[in-house]
């Protein structure tokens, strides 16, 4: 498998899964032994899953890209934004209806076409300043 297929798998499993909330495509490009390192969810595909649940039920996407997408061996890096509204409670904060920008890096280790580990980053302290969790000194 090339690096640019790498590159391709990646940007599609972003946009389907965490734009479009499309969970099937955990099955198709995802491990079955896949491991997901984030200290927010468990470390399997159905971690996996329910990250993607909880954060679209708190934040549906209306947008968002990825901005660098890079690759040597079998690593795929991209750095991610997605724009959404807060409209569900998220770390026991109640929906606000204010639109935030959710930004964040994430490191994919492919094997025979399908990702098989993540290293997931979510910038979580700015988003919990959008929703009013936190405030910035003045």
Known sequence: ????????????????????GDLAVVDEWVAADYVLHSSLFPADCWGLKQAV??????????GGRVDDVIAAGDRVACRWIR???????FMDVAATGREVTIKGMTIYRLDHHKVVEEWLEIDLFDLMRQIGAISLPE
Do not use: C, N
């Not at 690096?3 to 798998?9: A, E, R, S, T, V």
């Not at 649940?53 to 209306?62: E, G, I, M, S, V």
């Not at 724009?83 to 409670?89: A, I, N, P, T």
């Open 1 to 20: 498998m090339t690096i640019d297929q790498h590159k391709i798998i990646v940007e599609r499993l972003f946009k389907k899964l965490w734009l479009q």
């Open 53 to 62: 649940t909880l954060l679209r039920d708190a934040f549906p996407a209306f």
């Open 83 to 89: 724009y959404s509204l807060h409209d569900g409670e």
